[in-house]
């Protein structure tokens, strides 16, 4: 069975200061695709970053980077510079055989 | 290019009766996805097309859920009748290529049923 699992349901981070966001996931493949989404109020879902399983490298964009540990099937997120528009729920998922799979959510709350 | 348009943004119906949403996705996808959204969680897949073809329904209640998509291009899903559990965004994402792309999201529609 494919999960993802978030285990910290709100966090809360003070603007300019750096916050990292936690995702596990589980799945027997080898090749798949993981993504952060962003969910702000709007309610529509926004790509953050994605990382190709088969890369060693961990994804970058801009204040936005991944910690990406395949072995321990880990893909942690890393915001730096917290802005009050990063205030949103964050999804972690993953994308096999364009079957995607969503965590929980965790809620973050950037406070001035 | 134009992104995912769902509509209405907003629903409140009665419980037993029925409703339906609308997606048009990214011109050129091929892959359509429905999701259920209930307040606090991630999202559930209902139902994903590829073209006009049915790929994954397994987790759509049949019983009163239904979704088409004729021409391969738009799509509506419908319930009826409609519980009090239905209260949710159903969310609409589309992919441009088979495999191993982002999603494209809707800004969902969000229903209430009372």
């Known amino acids: 069975a494919q999960t993802v699992t978030q285990s910290q349901p709100e966090m809360s981070v003070q603007e300019a200061e750096t916050v990292t966001l936690s995702c596990t996931y589980d799945t027997s493949e080898n090749n798949y695709y993981l993504f952060w989404y962003k969910q702000p109020p709007s309610r529509q879902m926004i790509l953050v970053i994605r990382q190709e399983a088969y890369k060693q490298q961990n994804a970058t964009e801009n204040r936005f980077s991944v910690n990406f540990q395949k072995a321990a099937k880990s893909f942690s997120l890393k915001i730096s510079d917290s802005q009050l528009g990063d205030t949103a729920m964050y999804f972690c998922?993953?994308?096999?055989?364009?079957?995607?799979?969503f965590g929980t959510g965790t809620s973050l709350t950037v406070i001035p | 290019e134009a992104g995912v348009a769902q509509s209405p943004r907003y629903k409140i119906i009665e419980k037993r009766q029925s409703v339906a949403f609308w997606c048009n996705p990214i011109?050129?996808?091929?892959?359509l996805y429905w999701y259920q959204q209930i307040l606090g969680q991630g999202p559930k897949l209902l139902i994903q097309f590829q073209n006009n073809g049915v790929v994954d329904d397994s987790q759509l209640p049949k019983d009163r859920f239904s979704a088409e998509r004729l021409k391969g291009v738009d799509s509506t899903l419908k319930i009826q009748p409609a519980k009090l559990e239905d209260s949710a965004v159903y969310l609409c994402?589309?992919?441009?290529?088979?495999?191993?792309?982002?999603?494209?999201f809707g800004q969902g529609t969000r229903l209430t049923v009372v």
């Open positions: 011109s050129g996808h091929a892959t």
């Open positions: 994402a589309s992919t441009r290529y088979r495999d191993n792309t982002e999603a494209f």
């Open positions: 998922a993953f994308e096999i055989g364009n079957q995607f799979y």
